[in-house]
């Protein structure tokens, strides 16, 4: 048997990839994982402590059935590797009635009958002191929602893909792929390798590795605080501080998490300098970045807002133009699989992710409509 001959590999081990990887190589694929930076990189979009996960899914109700098996797998993982994982909190979704995202999450609990409850401000303020909405803002308490450990999920994803016999290798770029009869060729800054499959699954360096597709994604700097509430931290913590997201103008987004031991998390959503390449990508965070967050903040949560700043960081959105997902094979090379899923809101759906891409590798298809995802939207 060839060695250097896989069943899949799988390049990009952020969270899709890692994922993705887990499945095939539960279901006894000979698969190989290429990374090239080293493991638990902070370059592109799956470090830091926390990513959100909601249930009552603003942006559209087809998102629901994705995020449902999702919790089901990432709770699977947990029992499976002994790791803690996921930690529900509830989340409050915030806004004016007749904005995107208490509109958006009130159909999508209606559409798939979800638990939940419209909170006043004041019904707001008795469950979660820190909370002090202004006047005309309501909130949809999601039961369900929580935060993810992102380098945990990812690190476990991968360990667990070895124990079941995948070959996993970091620092080793991608310099250049093509189709070799049925089989793809795969060649690194190590040497080349064969697979029946190859899932592109490589973030913001995807449209690099398929250039001849013009795909029209954009990068997105994404600055992230963690603020210090001081001496009234306490009430911040998790357990009696929810995540959540509040549409402070209509279409634009803040959102944030329970005290972790970095601090009070909160960002601004989709509000970042985009670039052609991620090489390009600006990783200083400027001291007045955190303004624009802090007058986000202030008519739902003023004291946060006006906390000082203990630790910043950047990470990356790769955007397709209607925040909707790709997952897709080359529409010229059935062999691959390309896997984009991000947009800023993919990193919850991972399990899922990798799961549904297995099952597109070994069967051919999948339990979820994937048409929303397909590349078909621009190309071809």
């Known amino acids: 048997m060839n060695t250097r001959h896989?069943?899949?590999?799988?390049?990009?081990?952020?969270?899709m990839g890692s994922a993705t990887l887990y499945h095939l190589a539960r279901r006894g694929w000979r698969v190989l994982g290429i990374e090239q930076f080293s493991a638990g990189h902070d370059r592109g979009s799956s470090h830091g402590d926390s990513r959100i996960i909601r249930e009552t899914y603003f942006e559209h109700p087809l998102y629901v059935p994705l995020v449902r098996r999702a919790?089901?797998?990432?709770?699977?993982?947990?029992?499976?590797?002994?790791?803690?994982?996921?930690?529900?909190t509830g989340g409050l979704m915030i806004g004016p009635t007749d904005g995107s995202i208490v509109s958006g999450s009130?159909?999508?609990?209606?559409?798939?009958?979800?638990?939940?409850?419209?909170?006043?401000?004041?019904?707001?303020?008795?469950?979660?002191?820190?909370?002090?909405?202004?006047?005309?803002?309501?909130?949809?308490?999601?039961?369900?929602a929580g935060f993810l450990d992102p380098e945990a999920c990812t690190r476990t994803h991968l360990k667990l893909a070895q124990d079941a016999g995948a070959a996993v290798r970091f620092n080793e770029p991608l310099l250049d792929w093509n189709i070799s009869g049925d089989s793809v060729r795969v060649t690194t800054a190590s040497g080349a390798y064969t697979a029946d499959r190859l899932v592109l699954a490589a973030g913001p360096w995807n449209s690099g590795l398929v250039p001849d597709l013009e795909l029209p994604l954009t990068i997105e700097r994404q600055a992230v605080f963690w603020l210090d509430p001081g001496a009234d931290a306490t009430v911040y913590e998790v357990g009696q501080f929810p995540i959540y997201a509040y549409e402070y103008v209509a279409g634009n987004i803040c959102y944030g998490f329970p005290r972790l031991p970095r601090g009070v998390k909160a960002s601004v959503m989709?509000?970042?300098?985009?670039?052609?390449?991620?090489?390009?990508?600006?990783?200083?965070?400027?001291?007045?970045?955190?303004?624009?967050?802090?007058?986000?903040?202030?008519?739902?949560?003023?004291?946060?807002?006006?906390?000082?700043v203990r630790e910043s960081d950047v990470c990356l959105f790769t955007n397709t133009p209607d925040h909707d997902f790709v997952i897709d094979f080359?529409?010229?090379?059935?062999?691959?699989?390309?896997?984009?899923?991000?947009?800023?809101?993919?990193?919850?759906?991972?399990s899922a992710i990798g799961e549904l891409q297995a099952d597109l590798l070994t069967k051919g298809e999948t339990d979820f409509d994937l048409s929303p995802f397909r590349l078909n939207r621009w190309v071809g």
């Open 270 to 308: 989709h509000a970042g300098e985009t670039v052609r390449h991620p090489d390009k990508v600006n990783r200083t965070v400027g001291g007045s970045e955190v303004n624009p967050l802090r007058a986000a903040l202030r008519p739902i949560l003023p004291e946060l807002a006006e906390s000082p």
């Open 6 to 15: 896989y069943k899949a590999i799988v390049v990009g081990l952020g969270a």
């Open 106 to 144: 009130l159909r999508s609990a209606a559409e798939h009958n979800l638990p939940h409850a419209l909170l006043s401000a004041e019904e707001v303020r008795e469950r979660f002191p820190p909370f002090r909405l202004a006047k005309g803002l309501v909130a949809v308490l999601d039961p369900r």
């Open 71 to 88: 919790h089901e797998l990432w709770l699977e993982l947990e029992k499976e590797s002994g790791e803690s994982l996921m930690t529900i």
């Open 330 to 350: 080359h529409p010229f090379f059935p062999q691959v699989l390309i896997s984009s899923p991000c947009s800023g809101h993919g990193f919850k759906f991972a």
